[in-house]
C-alpha cells in the first residue's frame, strides 16, 4: 500500500513538472487516493473497536462463569451434605448451631455474596451464615417457588431484587434440598451482590459512550448495565438483535446495531456465560471509536480541498496521512506484540497448531520449556508428535469441532526427551495468520495423576486388608462359638442360644426339648488307648449326631464327652424317639484305632420346656439328672424325668 502511495505521488509531482493540464488528473488521483486511505482506516478503527469489545467480553465472561460455577460447585456441597434430618421442626435446634457455622464458614469463600441460608419447603430460613439479623422469608421469592413446583431444575436464579435487610439490588442463587424420593424438602440459598458485578463492569474502559449489559437468556431480562440504569432492570428488551442470535443458538458473536434504551449506536460482542441462563455484552460506541476517524476526514478533504490551491499543500497534506496510515499500522503491530507478549507472559504453556494440518504454528516459552525443546524443534513440525497416542489429539479436535471449544479435558503429552506427563487442556478455535487453527493452553497435572494412583493403589491396598481383617474376624467369631475339637457350638453359644430359645417359646407358645448325652466309660477309652483315641471317638459322635439332625437343632459340646441337643418347636414325646435313635446309632457304629476295633456306646438324659422346666438353668438341670438317672439303670439308654409342675 505504500510503495503503492508513493508511486503515485511521483507521478503527480512529474504530472506537475510536465504540465500544468494534468494537475486536475493528479488532484483526483491524490483525493481518491485519500478515500481510499480514509476508508481502510477506517475499515481499521472499525476492526480496533471489535477486537477491543471481544476481549473485553472475553474476560467479563470469564470472570462471571467462575464466580457462578464456583457457587454452584459450594451450593450443591452444602445441599448434599445437610442431614434431612436437620429440615423437620424436631431436628432444628440439634443442628443450627453447627449449620449456621458450616454456613459462615462457607460465606466466607465469597466476597461477591452477602451470606448462605437454607430454607423449608413452606420458604421459612431455618438456618443462616449471619444468625445476627432477622430471618426474612423466601416465599413468593421466584427462586423459591420456582424450585418448589420444579424441584428438578437443580440450580436457578432469581430476578434482581432489592435486599429486605440489606437494601441492595440482589441476585440469589439457589439449589434445591431433595429427599430420599427426590421431594422438595427446601433450599439452600445465596444472594449475590450485583454492586460487586457493577464494579467490575465500572472498572472497564471502552469510551465515554460504550455500554456493558448483562441479561438473562432466557426471557432478556437486563441483570446490570453501565452506565447504570435502574429503571430498566428486570426489564425485557424488545426486538434486540442480539438477543435474537442468542435465542438462535450463538454462544458468541459480534453484531452493530443501535441500542432501544438509549439509541446510541455501537459494535456490540456478546457471548454466553457458560451454560447459565446469561450473557454479556460489551457495546463501543460508534461515536467514540469513530472520533478521531472524522476529526482526520475532515482534515483530510480539507486537505483536498487546499490541493486546488496548491500542489505543496496537496503533497504536505498526502505525507501526513501518510504518517498517520504508517502509525495505524504501527498501532495494530503494537497490539499484536502485546497480544505476543501476553501469551509469552502467560504463567502456562500455549501452543497454536493448523487445525487440519495439525502443523505448530506458535509456542510460548513456557511450552518450549514444558516440551524441553528448542522452537525451531517445535515450529513448522506435527503436534501429533507430542500426542503418545496421535489418536487421543484427533478425538479432542473432533470434540472442539463439535463444541466450538474444549475445557479441562486430561490428556498424555510427550516431552521431546521422550518423557511423557499428563496436562489439563483447554482448547479453543482461533484465527492465526489468516488460517483457523487450533489455541491449546495446558497445565502439568503429572504430580496429581501420581497421587491419585497412589491413592487409588492405597485404596485397593486397603480394600484387601479390610477383607482379611473382615474374614480374620470372621474366624475368629467362628472360633469363639466353635469347639476345636469337635467342630460344634461350644458352652458359650449354648447359653446365649438357650436363653433365646426359650425366650421364644415362652413367647409363642411353642415347645422346646433338650438331650443331654454323656459317652459311656470315656475314661476307660482314655486310659486304655490313649487321648488320641479319645479325641477319635469325640469326633466321631459329633459327626453321627450332625448327620441324623434338623436344620434348626443345635449340637453343642456341653463339657467332656458330654453333648447338648437343642431342639426347637419338638415336644417331649418326640425328643425321647429322637435320642432313643441317636443311642442306637452310636451302638451300632464302630472305630478304627490303629487296627482295634472301638464300640461305643452313650447315655441320654432328656428335658422339655414346659412340661420340666421354665428357667434355661432348671431345663439343663433336669437333662443333668435324667442323664445320671440313665447311667444309674445300666447305661446305654434313654431316661426323662416325670413332668412336674414347675413355677
Known amino acids: 500500500m505504500f510503495s503503492q502511495q508513493a508511486k503515485i505521488t511521483d507521478s503527480s509531482i512529474g504530472v506537475r513538472r510536465s504540465y500544468a493540464g494534468l494537475f486536475l488528473l493528479g488532484c483526483f488521483a491524490t483525493l481518491l487516493l485519500l478515500c481510499s486511505l480514509l476508508w481502510v482506516s477506517y475499515q481499521e478503527t472499525e476492526k480496533r473497536a471489535t477486537l477491543t469489545a471481544r476481549n473485553t467480553v472475553e474476560i467479563l465472561e470469564a470472570h462471571l462463569n467462575a464466580t457462578f460455577r464456583r457457587l454452584q460447585a459450594d451450593l450443591e ?54 444468625p445476627d439479623l432477622p430471618r426474612s422469608t423466601a416465599k413468593g421469592r421466584s427462586h423459591f417457588e420456582e424450585l418448589k413446583n420444579d424441584p428438578g431444575k437443580g440450580l436457578v436464579f432469581s430476578e434482581v431484587a432489592m435486599g429486605r435487610i440489606s437494601g441492595r439490588p440482589l441476585l440469589f442463587v439457589a ?31 471502552l469510551g465515554e459512550n460504550a455500554a456493558i449489559t448483562l441479561r438473562r437468556t432466557d426471557n432478556a431480562r437486563l441483570v446490570l448495565r453501565r452506565p447504570m440504569r ?4 428486570n426489564r425485557a428488551v424488545q426486538d434486540n438483535p442480539m438477543h435474537d442470535r442468542i435465542l438462535a443458538g450463538d454462544k458468541e458473536g459480534v453484531i452493530s446495531f443501535v441500542a432501544h434504551l438509549d439509541k446510541m449506536e455501537r459494535i456490540y460482542a456478546y457471548r454466553r456465560v457458560g451454560d447459565y441462563p446469561f450473557y454479556v455484552a460489551a457495546g463501543v460506541a460508534s461515536h467514540d471509536y469513530l472520533g478521531a476517524w472524522r476529526s482526520t476526514a475532515v482534515i483530510s478533504l480539507l486537505a483536498c480541498a487546499g490541493i486546488m490551491l496548491a500542489l505543496g499543500i ?9 504518517d498517520k496510515e504508517q502509525k495505524l499500522a504501527r498501532d495494530l503491530q503494537k497490539s499484536e506484540a502485546t497480544y505476543r507478549s501476553l501469551l509469552e507472559a502467560a504463567p502456562f504453556p500455549v501452543v497454536v497448531a493448523d487445525l487440519d494440518g495439525a502443523i505448530i504454528k506458535y509456542v510460548n516459552q513456557r511450552a518450549v520449556q514444558w516440551l524441553h525443546a528448542e522452537p525451531d524443534q517445535l515450529i513448522g513440525h506435527s503436534v501429533r508428535d507430542l500426542y503418545p497416542d496421535p489418536a487421543s489429539r484427533d478425538r479432542v479436535v473432533a470434540l472442539l469441532k463439535e463444541q466450538g471449544d474444549v475445557r479441562d479435558a486430561e490428556v498424555e503429552l510427550r516431552q521431546l526427551d521422550g518423557d511423557r506427563r499428563w496436562a489439563i487442556l483447554s482448547m479453543e478455535l482461533i484465527d492465526f495468520d489468516g488460517e483457523p487453527c487450533t489455541f491449546a493452553a495446558f497445565s502439568d497435572i503429572s504430580e496429581r495423576k501420581a497421587a491419585e494412583m497412589a491413592m487409588r493403589e492405597a485404596n485397593e491396598q486397603l480394600q484387601l486388608q479390610l477383607g482379611e481383617i ?37 413367647r409363642e407358645g411353642s415347645p422346646l426339648s433338650l438331650v443331654l448325652m454323656d459317652i459311656d466309660h470315656f475314661k476307660r477309652i482314655n486310659d486304655t488307648y490313649g487321648h488320641h483315641a479319645g479325641d477319635l471317638a469325640l469326633k466321631a459322635v459329633a459327626d453321627l449326631l450332625l448327620s441324623d439332625v434338623r436344620a434348626e437343632d443345635v449340637v453343642c459340646r456341653y463339657g467332656g464327652e458330654e453333648f447338648l441337643i437343642l431342639l426347637p418347636g419338638m415336644p417331649v414325646a418326640s425328643a425321647i424317639e429322637r435320642a432313643e435313635g441317636w443311642c442306637r446309632l452310636i451302638a451300632g457304629a464302630s472305630l478304627d484305632h490303629d487296627g482295634v476295633e472301638l464300640r461305643l456306646t452313650a447315655s441320654f438324659g432328656v428335658a422339655a420346656y414346659p412340661e420340666h422346666a421354665r428357667i434355661p438353668d432348671q431345663l439343663t438341670q433336669c437333662a443333668d439328672r435324667a442323664l445320671y438317672q440313665a447311667k444309674r439303670e445300666g447305661r446305654n439308654r434313654v431316661a426323662v424325668q416325670q413332668p412336674q409342675v414347675v413355677a
Open 230 to 233: 435502574p429503571d430498566a432492570v
Open 314 to 322: 496537496i503533497m504536505w497534506r498526502y505525507g501526513k496521512l501518510e
Open 175 to 205: 439449589f434445591p434440598i431433595l429427599d430420599g424420593k427426590g421431594q422438595f424438602l427446601g433450599m439452600v440459598t445465596a444472594p449475590v451482590q450485583v454492586d460487586y458485578f457493577q464494579q467490575l463492569f465500572d472498572a472497564v474502559d
Open 470 to 506: 473382615q474374614r480374620l474376624q470372621a474366624a475368629l467369631q467362628e472360633q469363639a462359638i466353635r469347639d476345636s475339637l469337635t467342630g460344634l457350638f461350644n458352652r458359650r453359644y449354648l447359653d446365649e442360644t438357650l436363653e433365646r430359645e426359650v425366650a421364644r417359646s415362652r
Open 77 to 130: 456441597g452444602v445441599a448434599v451434605s445437610v442431614p434431612r434430618e436437620a429440615m423437620d421442626a424436631a431436628g432444628i435446634p440439634s443442628f443450627r448451631a453447627r449449620l449456621d457455622r458450616e454456613l459462615a464458614m462457607h460465606a466466607r469463600q465469597f466476597p461477591e455474596i452477602l451470606g448462605y441460608r437454607i430454607v423449608d419447603r413452606n420458604g421459612s430460613v431455618l438456618y443462616t451464615s449471619q
